[in-house]
């Protein structure tokens, strides 16, 4: 069976809805498969397998193609997945061909570097406005964009559409500024602060919390330490414990 094109209705291309609704664990993996899509393309391939592409996302095929399915893309028996209409489709689903407007809140390290990221253009993101409550940083210029007074979000917000906000101030005032996108109409939010918002039921938060992550990879540092230590005892490379000489 043939891909079809995202935009179909319901009762065409074999009833393939033209928004699917998806399982959140396949919306989850979906920039993943853009990734490695990206990547293919910029190689030259024109098209892939489902194993090809499951390798290069880190996930087993059977998976993948079932993610996929979702979208109406089954591929083409001996041929695989067209690339450049497989990434079509799938920033259709996430919304990035609509060049949505992103701005930031914070501006000391860590939304110096985020602000500097040249990655969010190239991936369907306009960061459209700095903002900080600090008035010393008003006015500096980040990555040709001058810092505004966070006094100004309601103004600068509809001016300029903002359909994201990125949180990266300290904990203390991630609620606060969380409130203020929330009345000037933002409704998805990226917190870095390591806090968790008290949001309406219509606003998506993600979290993004560093030490998080490195307390999970603690987790598997000191499983495979312990399973080592065990008599007899050794951990195979995907981290499962063999018995010696088995």
Known sequence: MSQQRHGSTPGEADGVPAFPDLPE?????????????HHLAEAGAETVSSEGLAAAAGVNSAKLRKDLSHLGSYGTRGVGYDVALL???IEYILGLDENRAVCLVGVGNLGHALAGYAGFASRGFRVVALFDA??????????GLSVRHIDDLAQVAAEESIAIGVIATPPASAQVV???????????ILNFAPCVLSVPPNVDVRKVDLA?????????????????ALPGGVVDGAGDQEAVGS
């Open 134 to 143: 600090d008035r010393k940083k008003v006015g500096e210029v980040i990555n």
């Open 87 to 89: 990434v079509d489709q």
């Open 178 to 188: 969380a409130d203020g996108l929330v009345a000037a109409g933002v409704t998805s």
């Open 212 to 228: 998080i992550e490195l307390q999970i990879l603690s987790f598997h540092e000191h499983r495979k330490a312990s399973l080592t």
């Open 25 to 37: 664990a396949t919306i989850a993996r979906l920039p993943e498969y853009l990734r490695a899509l």
